[in-house]
């Protein structure tokens, strides 16, 4: 009964490959995220997405692109990986509304390394 | 959204009270203290917020100051588990939500 769920949980692949993330939450909630953690462990978003709509899309390579087929997934689609493409990858959800203070809640993220 | 300066590290005996302060000096009037944790390899997990009046969960307690310039984190009886970086991220409630992750401070809780 995992709240935010990733898949893969580790994803070790070559240069130049194309590969997905997924995500889903049973929450019931509206907005989801996608986060990068670093090997030095800054934790930055990249994007955001609410009832489908994207809402926030950080200065991120146009090489990733999220999907959200409906309110409880969120996929994270990357071409052409690079080296600096290694890292840990949080999907996050929340109840959101216009002045909305619910938190964020994490999955336990997924960790890519290229080769 | 404002910033926030956190001790990079701090240490606490198990058993113990381990009080985490954050300082959020810039902090405007409709901005909320968010208060996540990350245990390691663990995705972040969100503790406890406030605004201006001091907060308690079953995970913790949150104090901010009247000037709402400092805020302190409060496990009341620290655990091994309770090993972690702790986030103090502060957020205006207008439009959609963004978390900014500073670096944290790093809890060690010893036996």
């Known amino acids: 009964d995992t709240a935010v769920s990733q898949t893969p949980k580790y994803l070790v692949t070559q240069m130049g490959n194309d590969k997905s993330i997924k995500c889903e939450q049973n929450?019931?909630?509206?907005?989801m995220y996608w986060y990068k953690q670093d090997s030095k462990k800054f934790l930055k978003i990249m994007f955001s997405?609410?009832?489908?709509?994207?809402?926030i899309n950080e200065t991120v390579p146009n090489r990733f692109s999220p999907k959200s087929p409906d309110k409880a997934h969120l996929n994270l689609h990357i071409n052409s990986l690079e080296l600096g493409d290694s890292a840990v990858y949080f999907c996050?959800?929340?109840?959101?509304?216009?002045?909305?203070?619910?938190?964020?809640?994490f999955g336990d993220g997924t960790r890519l390394s290229i080769l | 959204d404002a910033k926030t300066t956190q001790p990079t590290s701090m240490d606490c005996a198990e058993g113990r009270a381990a009080n985490l302060p954050c300082n959020h000096s810039?902090?405007?009037?409709?901005?909320?203290v968010y208060w996540y944790r990350q245990i390691h390899s663990q995705g972040p997990q969100y503790i406890i917020h406030g605004l201006k009046n001091n907060e308690t969960n079953e995970m913790a307690s949150l104090i901010i100051t009247e000037d709402r310039k400092s805020s302190t984190l409060i496990l009341p009886h620290a655990t091994l588990r309770d090993t972690a970086v702790y986030y103090c991220i502060v957020r205006v409630v207008t439009g959609f939500q963004k978390l900014v992750f500073g670096t944290g401070t790093r809890l060690l809780v010893s036996p």
């Open positions: 810039t902090i405007s009037g409709n901005e909320y």
């Open positions: 996050a959800s929340s109840l959101s509304g216009p002045n909305s203070n619910q938190p964020q809640h």
């Open positions: 997405y609410n009832n489908k709509e994207l809402i």
């Open positions: 929450l019931g909630h509206d907005t």
